[in-house]
């Protein structure tokens, strides 16, 4: 392995030692200070941080750039083969609503997307939303899209500037392109309209950056004067609201990880309170989507664990009147469903693999959209329009480019509206994309897809890029990624371990790496660096790990479990403070969590078993390998103190030799740089990380 040589100095975070007692235990945290007091605010002004805070995360800064000098070349040329796997001019299969088709389209260039309308049949692009012009000026900006309203002459366009995700809220006038003075501050990101254009509803994010509250503007009248339409009073649920393809109701949707709410507001009455449609039930999820005189319902109830779909009159959408149309089928997740005038549709997972199943409302038959590669990924788009036969849908592989069909529900005929251009090139047969099946500790089998040149020895000499997420039941599709084309071409074998707490294996693959048993989602990760091991797709010192996020903390988790089983550990955004995360209920996440990681707070179960995998707080003296971390200031889903006190304390307990890196994007947040380029600089920075522990500079 490579030595990171002639390094300065590491940083050496000061100790201030703060306690914690809960249900009769003390805990000592010597690296509290690094979490700002002011937090909130600094979201929104990152100019007043602490100073001491802003000097050490800039001191992690500059000795990560010392560590990682010499990949400054091989960064490069990276960036220039990813960049060049891009259509820089590229523009979409425009979506026909109405007189109109939308769209977006990228210029040579540019960072952002540009978003456009031509007449529904064709003709002369008319740009909406310049989001390079928006963007001049600006070190971090992301667009939130923009919604048009139904008349088709305004539209709602949202963005933020400083990654904290409170988006700014704006009217345009679509025809002058001129924005009006409304101006929303502090909300989710977007909106949805009246029937009429003349008003809209929208999220509000309180102080404690949660969707709290819903409010009805009425164009042209001040942010202040706005109505509200509901309240949630329960920190522990997200909110959001949506509307209808047929304009007859607006949706409020609450939900934590494991139930959910509805409240409906019909729009022809915009003053009346929302009327719910089940009472929250612990457990109990439910979705809707509107099918003419009737709702249809996913739904777990009544024990349908991988879910079923259910009917109920649009004038009695009270649960009493619920009742099935499509039965729960254990082992078959229905993920998604969406109606339109003649057929019912729904995107179902069976055996770990997506497809499209669509019914015909009149007669009840049902056939199936779905692809023979042996690991593929489907997107299911629909329709803009209520009254169609036709659906979108795209497809691909690890090995095919992403191709976008038209789909005739009636005829059930495909149509290949574009396939993805590799400007650069690119060759499917040079590639081979697996599945295989690692098995795990209690008998279990783990999912894991693969990638690799055709000409790749498979003799344990191959180095290997393990990725893994497991939570949430997010299931990692495998489609196409032109970026890591990189690390194939340079012998890599990219692998993606499909672990427990994804819905891969069904919704029984989620409940069993979650809460109480969220120690197999760490397990499946190194069984799947075992399996690949032993059957010499790679060799433990060969294989670098990486997550982001909820993936982050399973990086640490397994960096305590078994540090010798990985060259190297890329942590992006890590979520590694888990027990001091959960223990405080003001940060923006951490009630709606509960359901997902347990509350350590009210229970002292939920509190040891987070404590007893919590990656910041079971660091060990032990040899850790070569670690990259990174982190974004204004991140309001897992916090920059998260990474820089795990940073730390890694370096602080370490007994080896290999570099703990720390990485704070002090411009952006969770989802790190806003651009579509500057994103591939720093993919290009943890692949070079990747080459250099592994000595394929």
Known sequence: ???????????????????????????????????????????????????????????????????????????????????????????????????????????????QPHYFRTPRDGGERHVLLDGDKENEGKSYFRLAGIDHSSD???????????????????????????????????????????????????????????????????????????????????????????????????????????????????????????????????????????????????????????????????????KENWREVVAHKPGTLILSHMAYARHLLWLERKEGLPQIMIRDRRTGEEHAIAFEEEAYSLGLSGAAEYDTDVIRFSYSSMTTPSQLYDYNMVTRERTLLKTQEVPSGHNPDDYVTRRVFAPAWDGETVPVTLLYRKDTPLDGTAPCLLYGYGAYG????????????????????????????????????????????????????????????????????RIVAEGGSAGGMLMGAVANMAPEKFAGIIAAVPFVDVLNTMLDDTLPLTPPEWPEWGNPIESKEDYDHIAGYSPYDNVGAKPYPPILALGGLTDPRVTYWEPAKWVARLREKTTGSAPILLRTNMDAGHGGASGRFQRLEEIAFEYAFALKVVGKM
Not at 16 to 24: E, F, S, Y
Not at 63 to 71: C, I, K, Q, R, S
Not at 281 to 303: A, H
């Open 152 to 318: 088709h002459k305004r539209g709602i366009w949202g963005y933020d500037d400083k990654g904290s995700e409170y988006f700014t809220l704006k009217v345009r006038d679509l025809e002058t392109g001129e924005d009006l003075s409304d101006v929303i501050d502090n909300t989710g990101g977007g909106g949805v309209w009246a029937p009429d254009g003349k008003s809209f509803f929208y999220t509000l994010q309180d102080e404690n950056h949660r969707p709290s509250k819903i409010y009805h503007h009425i164009i042209g009248t001040p942010q202040s004067s706005d109505r509200l339409v509901y309240e949630e009073e329960d920190a522990g649920f997200f909110m959001g609201v949506g509307g209808s393809l047929l304009d007859d109701f607006v949706y409020i949707d609450i939900h934590d990880h494991e139930t959910s709410e509805y409240r409906l507001l019909s729009t022809k009455d915009l003053t009346a309170e929302p009327k719910i449609v089940a009472v929250r039930e612990t457990g109990i999820e439910y979705s809707m989507t509107e099918g003419g005189e009737v709702f249809y319902i996913l739904t777990n109830d009544g024990g349908a664990k991988d879910f079923k779909i259910m009917e109920t009159p649009v004038d009695k959408p009270e």
């Open 474 to 541: 997010i299931t990692i599709p495998a489609g196409f990624n032109t970026n890591c084309l990189s690390l194939a071409d340079r012998g890599f074998v990219y692998a993606i371990a499909h672990i427990r707490g994804g819905k891969d294996k069904g919704f029984a693959w989620y409940e069993n790496g979650k809460m109480g048993k969220k120690t197999n989602t760490f397990k499946d990760f190194v069984a799947a660096a075992d399996y690949l091991n032993q059957e010499k797709f790679t060799s433990y010192d």
């Open 1 to 111: 392995m490579p030595v990171f040589k002639d390094l300065p100095a590491a940083p050496i975070a000061s100790k201030k030692p703060a306690t914690d007692t809960r249900h009769g235990i003390t805990r000592t945290d010597d690296y509290a200070w690094l979490r700002a007091d002011n937090w909130q605010a600094m979201f929104k002004d990152p100019s007043i941080l602490d100073p001491a805070i802003r000097q050490h995360l800039e001191a992690e800064n500059t000795y990560m750039n010392a560590a990682m000098e010499d990949t400054k070349a091989v960064q490069k040329t990276l960036f220039a083969e990813m960049r060049g796997r891009i259509k820089e001019d590229d523009i979409s299969v425009p979506v026909k609503d109405g007189p109109y088709a939308y769209g977006t389209f990228f210029v040579t260039g540019g960072e």
